[in-house]
């Protein structure tokens, strides 16, 4: 199951035309913006519309995969969610499919590619692997046009006077480059004050996480005049809109915030567009991107990042109400070498019986704290024997779960059928979809309104499963900062591991009793969420 096997398998399916696959959803071909003959961005319904949001009636069911706490190598998260809609479309349903765009940071790394795999890929992964329709790199630009904008309002001491040792705004590379997180700037020639900065992943970025967040085209601009870059010398916010600079950040990004419409090898529409990532960032897709497919198509399946810990607690508890989408089901991705890990390595002949208490977790609290009915979807790799994976399926099934082995890596949509039926089974009992009904009735981890203390309290304690929340100093300066400039019942976006429950990614299974730390925060006016740092989580 390497990388070339799946290029391998890629390149032997000729993909359709993009046009045929756009057809599909009903979207006519004088709204996509063709880049060459596979992938297209979809345009407004009219060229005189502003917002690039056609009109969302949210007729769509949503499903959202997420997954148990991974290994390094990943558990095969996005295959699942390209098979199981494969398996949708075979099963007579009109589907689409929603998935974030891969950073060039792990394609390059440890995980690889994140176009799925095998038989449930996306095409054209080349593309959508590397430079894809240029999104991240869009993402980038615009991100260091506000920071050279930034530190030439600095330089020149133009009124409102930024203050260069209280400037957070830093600068982005779509790449894990490790001798730039920490870099010192202003060494050369006429070049202004020297200080310390940094540089953080595109994926980290606030302008992704913004481009992911806005509704439409006049939301994005205005969630970009709202990014803060540091204090002034009265101590009040300065943002990117009081150094005039939102404008020509949306120009920047005036083609990215059009969803990109490619297909899986089996001709599903897929629509890619944003790439947080979810254990520094939020990890889901555009609210755009939902909202386009729920409109087009009676099914979307949707993923969020890592386990459901992260992505589907931020997705919840932060995504949904933002954008007002709201899944009817989700699937929970496990593998029978994520729990043998969690439970102790393959040295432990218990193992993958300990290691079940991580995947029981993620579907308890999907069920209990958010109410949103969870499937498990043992995703079966050639190692797996039939024994393992029974044993899986029955545990899962004794403490009332639905369960299903997904063959979709060698299989396609055929070997997802079985998990299908299970996701249409709670689909089938769903009158009008969740982003249909009154947001008052959602259920959440955090409710919205919290302070960031008991927003971030609530997460650890009723997600997490930790007793309390031990904040660094630095981390409490902040929030008493934050109340002071008013803003300090923003939701909260949690970076930690992906690994663990915890802050600690040694602490496998489900663990309890434990302190969860902070060590500090920050703001991202333009999302509209803090941001809190759980241990040693790093942001490149």
Wanted: a neutral charge.
């Amino acid at each position: 199951m390497k990388y070339q096997n799946d290029l391998s398998i890629a390149q032997s399916v000729t993909p359709r035309e993009i046009t045929s696959i756009a057809q599909k959803l009903g979207v006519p071909e004088d709204r996509l913006y063709k880049i060459g003959p596979h992938m297209a961005k979809i345009l407004p319904e009219s060229s005189g519309e502003k917002s690039n949001t056609p009109r969302s009636k949210g007729k769509g069911k949503l499903v959202l995969v997420t997954a148990m706490n991974p290994t390094k190598a990943g558990e095969g998260k996005t295959t699942v969610t390209v098979g199981l809609g494969d398996a949708l479309a075979m099963l007579g349903k009109n589907v689409a499919i929603t998935l974030r765009e891969p950073s060039m940071g792990p394609v390059f790394g440890i995980k690889g590619g994140a176009a799925g795999g095998g038989w449930s890929q996306v095409v054209p992964m080349e593309d959508l692997n590397l430079h894809f329709t240029g999104d991240i790199h869009a993402v980038t630009s615009a991100h260091n046009l506000l920071t050279a904008l930034a530190d030439n309002h600095l330089y020149r001491r133009l009124e409102p006077r930024l203050l260069g040792d209280k400037m957070t705004w830093h600068r982005v590379l779509d790449m894990n480059d490790r001798a730039l997180r920490s870099v010192v700037l202003g060494a050369g020639n006429d070049s202004g004050a020297i200080r310390l900065s940094g540089f953080s992943i595109t994926a980290a970025s606030e302008v992704m996480a913004i481009l992911c967040l806005a509704k439409d085209g006049q939301d994005l601009k205005e969630r970009l005049g709202n990014i803060i870059l540091g204090t002034g010398e009265k101590g009040q916010l300065i943002r990117a809109r009081d150094i005039g600079a939102q404008g020509a950040l949306a120009v920047v990004l005036h083609k990215a915030q059009y969803p990109n419409l490619v297909q899986t090898l089996a001709g599903t529409p897929v629509l890619v567009h944003g790439g947080p990532f979810a254990n520094i960032a939020h990890g889901t897709n555009s609210i755009i991107a939902d909202k386009i497919a729920m409109d087009l198509a009676d099914v979307v399946v949707t993923e969020a990042g890592f386990g459901a810990d992260l992505g589907a607690q931020k997705f919840l508890d932060l995504v949904g109400p933002m954008g007002n989408v709201r899944p009817d089901a989700t699937v929970v991705v496990t593998t029978v070498r994520a729990l043998k890990h969690h439970g102790g390595g393959e040295q432990d002949p218990e193992c993958l019986k300990k290691g079940m208490a991580n995947i029981l977790g993620h579907l308890e609290n999907l069920r209990t704290v958010y109410h949103v009915e969870p499937v498990a979807a043992v995703n079966r790799f050639p190692q797996d024997t039939e024994d393992e994976l029974d044993f899986v399926v029955k545990a899962i099934r004794d403490h009332g779960y639905k369960a299903q082995v997904a063959q979709v890596w060698a299989e396609g949509g055929k070997g997802g059928q079985d998990l299908a039926r299970e996701i249409l089974s709670i689909l089938d009992e769903v009158d009008q979809p969740a982003s249909t009904t009154d947001p008052a009735a959602w259920h959440h981890g955090a409710k919205p309104g919290l302070t960031i203390r008991e927003s971030i309290e609530a997460i650890a304690t009723r997600v997490y499963g930790a007793d309390s929340v031990q904040f660094a100093s630095t981390a409490l300066t902040k929030m008493k900062k934050f109340a002071d400039q008013g803003i300090d019942r923003l939701p909260v976006c949690i970076a930690k591991t992906q690994y663990s429950f915890s802050a600690d990614p040694n602490l496998l299974g489900r663990p309890r009793g434990f302190e969860f730390p902070v060590r500090d925060l920050s703001v991202s006016g333009g999302a509209g969420f803090v941001v809190a740092y759980g241990g040693d989580i790093m942001t490149m």
